[in-house]
Every structure is written in structure tokens, then in C-alpha cells.
T-cell receptor
Framework: NAGVTQTPKFRILKIGQSMTLQCTQD?????MYWYRQDPGMGLKLIYY???????DKGEVPNGYNVSRSTTEDFPLRLELAAPSQTSVYFC????????????FGDGTRLSIL | AQSVTQLGSHVSVSEGALVLLRCNYS??????LFWYVQYPNQGLQLLLK??????LVKGINDFEAEFKKSETSFHLTKPSAHMSDAAEYFC???????????FGKGTRLSVIA
């Protein structure tokens, strides 16, 4: 059972380059999330989606874009990479009820040089 | 808005000793509370959750947590630490109405042989 799959696992970008972090889930979850994790800071919510065609900003959305064309996929786009976006990015999904846990992917480690 | 404070960014215990990781939350309404564990180079995994059914919640690997409304706390405990418990632990809170999770900054647990 795959759960939440993130690609790539590692990536190095140059300043100003763009890239898309892929996330797909096979649990038919309506809710999907993107977080970034920086040392000692916990997880910060970037964007989330409550269903196909619906997205909303989280705590730290600047510099990122998302789309949700299908239930399964929730890609995160970096248009102009900056060193401050060096981080570990996690995608998660869940059922709609708040008491349901989120299921996490293994993360994408991104370095901007 | 809800928030989570985890006291102690790093806790070190001896193998076989009691594990106590502290979490305090702030919320204007009864929250849902979660503990997640993160092993190196992996995503987060659910340990346990509080959803108002019972104040003492049992999770995987003999972890448990007690919801104390008067103290606004949800501390995580385990009677006897094992080397395999070494990881980072995150407390998270959300409210009803499908609001996204808010994570604490995490506590790294080290277990000494």
C-alpha cells in the first residue's frame, strides 16, 4: 500500500530556477496539505486543499503555488527559487473530519544554492 | 487561534526509564490533539490522538497521553524507554470544523544505553 508518495526525494536548485514537487495519494482522501520543516521550527503549513479545484493558503504561502486538478495529486510549484526555500517539504492527506489523522509522505529535501 | 507549546527541544533518558514529553495547547474551544513521531529521514507517523472520547489515550508502542483540560496539557508518556524510541516527537492541535493542524516545534528524544 503506497499511501502518500512524494517525488523527488532530493533536489538541488540554483537561485531563480523553478521546479514542481510532486505528491500523490491513493487513499481517496479529500484533504491534502503541504508543509515545510526547518530545524527546530516544527512544521509550517504552506497550502492545503479540501478537494479537487479548491486550494487555500496556509501560514507561509509566499513564493509557492499549488493546484488540485484531481483527488489524487497535489503538486507544489516554486517559481523563482530563493535560498530561504531550502527546507524539507512534506505532503500529507486526510479524510475531511478534523479528528482524522494526517498521513505523511517521506518528504523532499530541497537545497537552493 | 490555536497554538501548541512543547517544553524542551531535547530530552534525554536512559534505556528503561520513564519517558515524559510535555505539550501545552491554547484553544478557545475543545480541541482535537495528536502526537506524531518522526524517525530520521522519514515522514511523520501518528502515535495517538485525543478526540474527546476518553481523557487517557493509548497509542502504539506503549505510548499514552492524558488530556487535562484544567492544565491545557496533553503530555506524552511511556513507562520504559527503548533504544528504538529515539526520534523527534510532535504535538499538534486542531479544532472542529476541519481547520488545519497546528504543530509544536518538536522534541527530540535521545535514549542512552
Amino acid at each position: 500500500n503506497a499511501g502518500v508518495t512524494q517525488t523527488p526525494k532530493f533536489r538541488i536548485l540554483k537561485i531563480g530556477q523553478s521546479m514542481t514537487l510532486q505528491c500523490t495519494q491513493d487513499m481517496n482522501h479529500n484533504y491534502m496539505y503541504w508543509y515545510r520543516q526547518d530545524p527546530g521550527m516544527g512544521l509550517k503549513l504552506i497550502y492545503y486543499s479540501v478537494g479537487a479545484g479548491i486550494t487555500d493558503k496556509g501560514e507561509v504561502p509566499n513564493g509557492y503555488n499549488v493546484s488540485r486538478s484531481t483527488t489524487e495529486d497535489f503538486p507544489l510549484r516554486l517559481e523563482l527559487a530563493a535560498p530561504s526555500q531550502t527546507s524539507v517539504y512534506f505532503c500529507a492527506s486526510s479524510h475531511p473530519n478534523s479528528n482524522q489523522p494526517q498521513h505523511f509522505g517521506d518528504g523532499t529535501r530541497l537545497s537552493i544554492l | 487561534a490555536q497554538s501548541v507549546t512543547q517544553l524542551g527541544s531535547h530530552v534525554s533518558v536512559s534505556e528503561g526509564a520513564l519517558v515524559l514529553l510535555r505539550c501545552n495547547y491554547s484553544s478557545s474551544v475543545p480541541p482535537y490533539l495528536f502526537w506524531y513521531v518522526q524517525y530520521p529521514n522519514q515522514g511523520l507517523q501518528l502515535l495517538l490522538k485525543y478526540t474527546s472520547a476518553a481523557t487517557l489515550v493509548k497509542g502504539i508502542n506503549d505510548f499514552e497521553a492524558e488530556f487535562k483540560k484544567s492544565e491545557t496539557s496533553f503530555h506524552l508518556t511511556k513507562p520504559s524507554a527503548h533504544m528504538s524510541d529515539a526520534a523527534e516527537y510532535f504535538c499538534a492541535v486542531t479544532l472542529s470544523g476541519n481547520t488545519p493542524l497546528v504543530f509544536g516545534k518538536g522534541t527530540r528524544l535521545s535514549v542512552i544505553a
